[in-house]
């Protein structure tokens, strides 16, 4: 935990490392937020410009109890910071705080896992020392920055989220997280219309993560990912230490097998020569990949295997990323698996794998809920439609589907799959009681944007609902 008795900051540290004047009273500085709504007593508030100025909600900071704001004209209601450009603004302080602080620092991407895979390196961190994260997805051009500039300088540890939705965006964030380590969780085809060559491109971007590692920094790799060679030169055209993991034997951590059981999984894998048997609290097949990825990271940022071991055993799925419940419905029970908060076919496929493999009880089904899968552009039709063979090589019983990518998808299965399909997830989640029965499995998957989250909402709540 940081020291409590110590600001993050102070107004004038922060003058001095936005290169700005401080217009009012020093003050200690407990936290900083772009959002004026949520502002604490004692924050720093940045007037950042988006769909709306920051300056128009300057007054409404100060009244919350900012302290101090940095803005690029004065403002009234408080002390104030005046810089030419408020982002470069925070890109600066996120710098300093980088700089006061003699934290390792580990950073993730991957086109799936990358939330659950930082997360669960936190959990690791926290074992370990005083630790640092990004919260929520904060992994853009604005999140990043914020993450540094929150990161209190007596930290030992952080790990940081980074992602992309377009070419040229990872290489700059990771330059100023300038990492002690960090991993590519997988490549897939993920805001994949943004990139004329398809996947490759995709792969070279999610490398560029390497770009910004200190000297001798670790660069943790998936050897079973198809673009696995076009990450890896990227690692060594970063003059990085490769660390591979996957289930190759020349995997630097090897699975050797994953079994999944109703409390989570065993996971025995080769790891530093040595044979490891280990527990997880997640059940998903992709994490017996992800674990070792996560291990890896923990060892570059100095934190022993044990430590590991007893974070993931203790790390349980985050809301919306495999979230389990059991559901009392029409007399009964359901499993309800919630993997609402966003999908691609890399996910899905991984979603129906896990699926799959659960045993069901007699008279139970296993059932997925699906809607569209969004940002695949031109290669949307073939990537829906491609998820039928995964559907029925994985024994899946029943799929209700909603809106009209996921339509092409319903319109191939075989009859007897076809459950019930709807234009939209909210027609869905109207008629969630007629979706499942007692005994069944239930996993709920689909793209934030399609709304996937209101099926499984609506799922949930039919617990112990009157019939």
């Known amino acids: 935990m940081p020291d409590l008795e110590k600001p993050l ?15 009012g009273p020093d003050a200690d500085v407990g936290g900083l937020t772009y959002n004026s709504r949520e502002i604490q007593s004692g924050d720093l508030f940045l007037a950042l410009k988006g769909a709306r100025d920051g300056h128009e909600f300057a007054q409404a900071a100060f009244e919350a109890g900012a302290v101090v704001a940095l803005v690029e004209h004065p403002v009234e209601g408080g002390a ?17 705080a980088r700089d006061r602080s003699a934290a390792k620092r580990g950073a993730v991407t991957g086109s799936v896992g990358k939330t659950s895979v930082t997360q669960a390196i936190k959990a690791g961190l926290d074992l370990a020392g005083r630790s640092h994260a990004s919260i929520k997805s904060y992994n853009n051009h604005i999140g990043v920055p914020l993450t540094l500039s929150r990161m209190p300088a007596d930290t030992e540890r952080a790990v940081f989220e ?3 939705n377009h070419p040229g965006e990872i290489g700059p964030l990771s330059q100023q997280v300038r990492p002690h380590a960090a991993c590519v969780t997988t490549v897939g085809p993920v805001h994949i219309e943004a990139f004329a060559d398809g996947e490759a491109g995709v792969a070279r971007e999610k490398g560029a993560i390497f770009e910004g590692l200190v ?3 670790v660069a943790v790799i998936n050897g079973d990912n198809a673009y696995a060679e076009i990450v890896k030169q990227a690692a060594r055209d970063a003059g990085a230490v490769l660390k591979v993991f996957g289930t190759g034997e020349d995997a630097d951590a090897r699975l050797l097998s994953f079994d999944a059981d109703p409390e ?22 992709h994490w017996g990949l992800n674990s070792l990825c996560v291990i890896l990271m923990l060892r570059a940022l100095d934190v022993s295997l044990e430590t590991a071991f007893e974070a993931l055993a203790d790390f349980a799925p985050l809301a919306g990323r495999g979230e389990t419940r059991c559901v009392a419905h029409k007399g009964g029970h359901f499993t309800l698996i919630d993997e609402s908060y966003n999908a691609n076919p890399l996910s899905m496929k991984a979603g129906f794998i896990s699926l799959g493999a659960r045993p069901v ?3 139970g089904k296993r059932v997925v809920v699906l809607t569209d ?28 589907a909603a809106g009209p990518q996921m339509r092409l998808l319903y319109d191939i299965l075989p009859s007897a799959m076809r459950g019930q399909w709807r234009e ?6 109207g008629i969630a009681t007629d979706l499942v029965s007692p005994d069944d499995i239930v996993m709920v998957k689909g793209s934030n944007g399609s709304r996937a989250a209101i099926v499984a909402k609506a799922l949930a709540e039919l617990d112990g609902a009157a019939e």
């Open 9 to 23: 900051w102070t107004a004038e540290a922060i003058a001095s490392a936005v290169g700005g004047k401080l217009e």
């Open 80 to 96: 104030y910071v005046v810089v030419p450009d408020t982002l470069k603004g925070l890109e600066a302080l996120g710098a300093a």
């Open 162 to 164: 980074i992602g992309m």
């Open 215 to 217: 000297e001798g920094g």
């Open 264 to 285: 989570g999984a065993t996971v025995v894998a080769e790891i530093e020569g040595q044979r490891h048997a280990y527990r997880l609290a997640q059940s998903g097949v």
């Open 361 to 363: 009880a007699h008279g």
């Open 373 to 400: 899968m969004l940002e695949l552009g031109d290669h949307s039709r073939a990537l829906h439609e491609g998820l039928s063979e995964s559907l029925i090589a994985n024994k899946i019983d029943v799929v209700h």
């Open 424 to 429: 939209t997830a909210a027609e869905l989640a």
